[in-house]
């Protein structure tokens, strides 16, 4: 690898944003592409660039030509979940994404619910949702779930969350209490993100107990990391 393009590998790792190393086997040629630019000898095509895209959002390396001659090697930072409030469906929730590789940080000003020994081992942040999630930087491989069905917990923390490329965005709640919140956040000129808030979140597995809703809502965060998609 050219000298530059190592030392822009190791800026954009140190940044904590995905990147990927496109390496044409046959002749060594290389690109260095992440969100913000593309750097390097080696030019891809539209199909490419865009198979490239979904490998950088799963974090998945592998071959992008039939040929299997040009290969893309992928560095993605831990995937993050942000889960507000500190309420029973987290308890289930945290533990499940844990052991699916995400990095989960429950966030919630109330010590009567924030505490280790309601959430062993899981880290706890009790600022203010939108102080803490602004001190957090969601990127585009977090997502941020909102929880507490307080609206002075969650409004807060959606809008935080709006603000940035989180991967997903889901809040719990009916349809009607989720009506009543785009009332509220459009009242914040929110209006042209509103679409991005998965509500009421969750797959629709029929489940009701707080881990069938965990798994619901687990699901659907998979679901929209790997296949982009959106209601």
Sequence with gaps: MKSGLLARLRAVRAAKRPV???TRL???AQVLIDADD?????E?????????????????SGLLDAEGDIFARIYAPAVRLMIV???HISQMLAPMAMMAGYEVTIIDPRSAFASTRRF???VMNAGWPDQAIAQ??????????????DPKLDDPALAAALASPAFYIGALGSRRTHEKRLVRLRERGLEDQLGRIHAPVG??????LPAEIAVAILAEIIRVRYKGAAR
């Design 20 to 22: 990927a190393l496109v």
């Design 26 to 28: 046959s002749d060594g």
């Design 38 to 42: 593309a750097s390097g000898d080696l």
């Design 44 to 60: 891809l095509d539209a199909a490419q660039l865009e198979t490239l895209r979904k490998r950088l959002a799963g974090g998945r």
């Design 85 to 87: 409030g500190a309420v």
């Design 120 to 122: 062993p081992d899981i």
């Design 136 to 149: 957090l930087a969601p990127d585009a491989q977090t997502a941020v779930v909102t929880l507490s069905h």
């Design 203 to 208: 797959l629709d597995l029929g489940g009701r």
